[in-house]
């Protein structure tokens, strides 16, 4: 299981950018798919982003393609995600996550402990 460490909670207004990190270290950190899944209070969580070990295979969920990307630094076993024109009046939980092999987008993953984005005016 890997340790993964998010940047903090942030607040930013309506049609702004963000960009948020996660760090991850343990055993085999560099061959770990890793990506993003985010939750809104009341709402089950959803898988917004991933990115494999290569880093020459990113996707996204439909809901943030084209706004949000996901570079990913091998070198320092770091992904960031990348959100621009973020919605208004959203509050969201982000939690940075980690596999190993299968599909990225499973929900069986190595969690960050989430951290909270709010967009308001």
């Known amino acids: 299981q890997l340790q993964l460490v998010e940047s903090g909670g942030a607040a930013v207004q309506p049609g702004g950018s963000l960009r948020r990190s996660c760090a991850a270290s343990?055993?085999?950190?560099?061959?770990?798919?890793l990506g993003w899944f985010r939750q809104a209070p009341g709402k089950e969580r959803e898988w917004v982003s991933c990115?494999?070990?290569?880093?020459?295979?990113?996707t996204y969920a439909d809901s943030v393609k084209g706004r949000f990307t996901i570079p990913r630094d091998n070198a320092k076993n770091t992904v960031y995600l990348q959100m621009n024109d973020l919605k208004p009046e959203a509050t969201e939980t982000y939690y940075c996550?980690?596999?190993?092999?299968?599909?990225?987008?499973?929900?069986?993953?190595?969690w960050g402990e989430g951290t909270l984005v709010t967009v308001a005016s």
């Open positions: 996550a980690a596999r190993f092999g299968g599909l990225c987008e499973s929900d069986k993953q190595d």
């Open positions: 990115i494999k070990p290569s880093g020459t295979s990113d």
């Open positions: 343990g055993k085999n950190a560099d061959v770990h798919a």
